[in-house]
Every structure is written in C-alpha cells, then in structure tokens.
C-alpha cells in the first residue's frame, strides 16, 4: 500500500525496519533547515478521505470541484480500488500547488501523507476497534536534512504531535475496506457499480450526501433519529456512517467478515 510520499527522480532509502509505536526516530523539520520545502516537489500523495474534507473546506470548494482542481484518480493494483493523489504543477520540479516558499499554504490541513513524513505507513493491517494501529518505516531521502538534528520522537509522540492519530482513527473505515479487499483472491473482482459507490463515498462526500437525503436511500436502508441528526451535521459522522455502509454492502459475503 502505497501511503508515502516518493520522489521521482530522487528515489527514497526505505529502512526496511519495522517502527512501532514505541521504536524512536531522530529528526526534526522547521523553516531553519536548508531544504525547507524540498519534499514538497515531485512526490506522490494519496489522499484520504479525511484530507479531502479538510482539504475542500480550507479552499471554500465542493468535494467535486475539488476533486476537479486538485486530483487525480488512479487505480490501486493490489486492491482494485480506486484511490487518488494530489495533482502536482506542470512545472520543472513538479511542484505541490500548496508550496510556496515560506512553507505550505495549507499547513494546518494538510495531508495525512505530508503529516506522517518522514515516516511511511508500512502496512494497513489496521482493523477497527482493534489496539493495533499497524507499523511504520522510514523514508531517508537525500535531500531531507532533518535527519542531521538533535531531536528525538517515538512513533507515539510523532504521529499526536502531527495529528495523525485523529486521522487515522477517521480514516480506520476506509483503510479497513482497502485492507478487506486486498486480502480476497485474485478472481474475485467487485463490479464497476461497486467501485463507483466505494469513489463517491470516499472522496466525494458533497455527492454521497445528495445520494442519502435525495434519493430511495433512506428507504432502502432505515437509519435511526439519532444516526439521522449525526449525519444531517456532520461530514465526518456522514463519512464514518458511508464506510460501514460500504463494508456491509460489499463484504456482506466476505469470508474475511466476523
Ligand atoms: S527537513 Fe525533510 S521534511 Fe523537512 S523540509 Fe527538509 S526535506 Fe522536507
Ligand atoms: S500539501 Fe503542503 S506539506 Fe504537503 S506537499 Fe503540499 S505544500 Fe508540502
């Protein structure tokens, strides 16, 4: 699963070495450190769905003009999914178009990938409800000089300080059914109807809010008063009730299920 950044031209050093929680990293990164900014060119992010929100949101946009402006949709080979990463600029270093030169423009709600950098998500074993919130790798690029400073993190204290356990936990659904899906055999393919359901629920919120207050849907599947208000109010609440929804509907007859 491919949740890291990765330059093109300058391939990452990936410790193969399994961080958990608790393992340490030294580094830091801050406008001081003479590659500012270098990370932010020539990579590939996949957005979560949480960054799409967040994202949409900071720019005054709907999920779909977003999706429009900023993205791009790609296929996820082991899962047969589709996922989407930030378009980058057409420029010479292949420039993220929230970078600018005294940092990102977007900081406070930038993506998970960005967030976790310089570590990777090494597996999305990650299961809901569960205590195991899967492990981590390093990725030593060249260019990043926030490996030379002093300052020591454990994964713990990396991913709060980040914010990326707020993610994570939103995010748990979606990397459940990327999980789910990757684990079936290889003959059993989800129709195209499936994998469209499983774009708008993800990526296109603004859409799947329309396909619950103004369609069939509420009479096809009852929701109780108070699931109904969340949802009504909440785009988080709306993306956490369409996961479960999608995981019921598509693995309903996963042998993984239980
Ligand atoms: S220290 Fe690393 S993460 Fe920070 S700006 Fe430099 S390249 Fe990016
Ligand atoms: S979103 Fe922000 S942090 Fe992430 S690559 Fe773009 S400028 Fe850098």
Same mark, same amino acid.
């Given at each position: 699963m491919d949740m890291v950044s990765e330059s093109n031209d300058n391939p990452a050093r990936i410790q193969p070495v399994r961080l958990e929680l608790d393992s340490k990293i030294k580094f830091s990164c801050h406008k001081g450190v003479r590659c500012f900014t270098q990370c932010c060119r020539?990579?590939?992010?996949?957005?979560?769905?949480?960054?799409?929100? %967040?994202?949409?949101?900071?720019l005054g946009l709907s999920s779909e003009?977003?999706?429009?402006?900023?993205?791009?949709?790609?296929?996820?080979?082991?899962?047969?999914?589709? *996922?989407i990463t930030l378009k980058l600029l057409d420029d010479d270093a292949k420039s993220c178009p929230f970078v600018r030169e005294d940092g990102c423009l977007i900081y406070a709600d930038r993506p998970s990938t960005c967030r976790y950098y310089p570590?990777? *998500?090494? =597996?999305? /074993?990650?299961?809901e409800n569960a205590d195991d919130e899967g492990f981590f790798i390093l990725i030593e690029e060249p260019h990043c000089k926030g490996f030379e400073e002093d300052k020591v993190w454990t994964i713990r204290d990396w991913r709060k300080d980040q914010g990326v356990d707020v993610d994570d936990d939103i995010n748990a659904g979606w990397t459940d059914l990327? *999980? %789910?899906k990757r /684990?079936?055999?290889?003959?059993?393919?989800?129709?195209?109807? /499936?994998k469209q359901l499983f774009f708008m629920v993800s990526y296109n919120i603004d859409q799947?809010?329309? +396909? *619950?207050?103004? =369609? =069939? +849907? &509420?009479? %096809?599947?009852?929701?109780?008063?108070?699931?109904?208000?969340?949802?009504k109010t909440s785009e988080i609440e709306l &993306?956490?009730?369409?996961?479960?929804?999608?995981? /019921?509907? &598509? +693995?309903?007859? =996963?042998p993984n299920e239980g």
């Open positions: 020539g990579i590939r992010i996949l957005l979560t769905p949480y960054d799409i929100i %967040r994202m949409k949101n900071r003009d977003f999706l429009a402006i900023y993205t791009e949709p790609q296929l996820l080979e082991k899962t047969d999914l589709p *996922v570590l990777g *998500v090494a =597996s999305l /074993s990650h299961k990327l *999980v %789910r /684990s079936f055999p290889k003959n059993i393919a989800l129709t195209e109807k /499936s799947f809010r329309d +396909f *619950v207050f103004n =369609s =069939s +849907f &509420l009479t %096809r599947y009852p929701i109780d008063d108070e699931t109904l208000e969340k949802i &993306l956490r009730f369409g996961l479960n929804w999608l995981k /019921s509907l &598509l +693995f309903r007859d =996963s």
